[in-house]
């Protein structure tokens, strides 16, 4: 992923992040993302049980390849799978909103 890509979505991750979570829940519950090349993976965190650290639980895991960004989900095994529900698309903001809306009940 180019640097003009990474930086475009981060501002979108940025504006994703402050405009769901409000500031009285940001302190039991956040979103993160990492990046790994051309891997994007959204991590739900929360406090741990005694309040010393964060727990992350990953959600979904974006992929950008030659025909735009595929969306895979994680099973219970912990291996990630693509979800043919969700069509490739060059939209980011678009696979952003399929997986936050959860509307196939998969995140």
């Known amino acids: 992923m180019d640097d003009f890509t990474k ?3 981060q ?5 994703y992040m402050e405009s769901t979570i409000g500031e009285q829940l940001r302190s039991k519950r956040s979103v993160g993302f990492a990046f790994d090349g051309d891997e994007l993976t959204m ?3 929360r406090p741990s ?10 959600v979904a895991q974006f992929r950008l390849d030659a025909g735009g960004w595929r969306v895979y989900g994680l ?3 912990g291996s990630w799978h693509l979800v043919p529900e969700i069509p490739v698309s060059e939209n980011f903001e678009r696979q952003l909103e399929r997986v936050t809306g959860n509307d196939l009940g998969i995140f």
């Open 49 to 58: 049980k005694d309040g010393t650290r964060w727990i992350e639980l990953p």
């Open 7 to 9: 930086k475009r979505i």
């Open 75 to 77: 099973d219970s095994g």
């Open 11 to 15: 501002k979108v991750l940025r504006h």
């Open 43 to 45: 991590v739900e965190q």
